[in-house]
């Protein structure tokens, strides 16, 4: 880590905050190196030293919601008996997704800017595609969470449709009942008939905890 992550690094979220508020209010276009550095009192040249460019913080940004989207579904499946069933993650993440401000912006409001951020080097590896998601079907499949004979590439593509299909009705006033309507039903098709979820509640804590640890190592940007 360089100098300055290392003078900077107790400001992290400090700068990530001023990020994120420039973001809501103007986009990505208002995020620059200048309006960050005024808005959170950071030198512009220590700023830079750590963000060489606005893209780089972007995606810092972006890897911090991640983060803390996870840590919020890592809560829900623990106190759920049940949470170990795609289904029941599932029930979790969407409303991560859909009901905080930055990750309902980059994914609904503002899909380009999603779009640019993840095509940037430092954001591409961790970004939250379907291959990733199919990670996650292939652990839950092998600890017997979901029917025996399922297709995890098929699994993928119907959440796939699922989470855009609540974007593209979006806004919801019902969204939690909608969510739970429509996992119930791919519960029903997916999900394994067990009693205790706990191999399928550890085998998501893995998967999340890796994918977390990739995200923090990557909030400076560039090493």
Do not use: C
Request: aromatic share 6%; glycine share 8%.
């Amino acid at each position: 880590m360089n100098q300055a992550s290392i003078d900077l690094g107790d400001h992290l979220d400090s700068l990530l905050d001023s990020t994120e508020k420039l973001f809501l209010e103007g986009g990505h276009s208002a995020v620059t190196l200048d309006a960050v550095a005024n808005h959170s009192g950071v030198p512009l040249e220590a700023l830079s030293e750590l963000y060489p460019t606005h893209l780089d913080i972007l995606v810092a940004m972006l890897n911090r919601e991640f983060s803390a989207m996870y840590q919020g579904i890592i809560t829900d499946v623990e106190r759920d008996p049940l949470g170990g069933l795609l289904s029941r993650i599932y029930l979790y993440t969407l409303p991560q997704v859909y009901q905080r401000p930055t990750a309902r912006a980059l994914y609904m409001t503002d899909p380009d800017t999603m779009r640019i951020i993840t095509s940037h080097q430092h954001a591409q590896v961790y970004r939250p595609t379907t291959e990733i998601r199919e990670e996650l079907i292939v652990e839950l499949m092998a600890a017997g969470m979901v029917k025996p004979g399922s297709n995890p590439t098929t699994i993928s593509s119907v959440l796939s449709v699922i989470s855009g299909g609540l974007a593209l009705t979006a806004p919801h006033n019902n969204l939690s009942e909608v969510v739970g309507e429509m996992l119930t039903m791919f519960g029903h098709r997916y999900d394994a008939e067990v009693s205790d979820t706990g191999a399928g509640k550890a085998a998501f804590y893995r998967w999340a905890t890796l994918l977390d640890v990739r995200l923090r190592d990557n909030r400076y940007g560039t090493s």
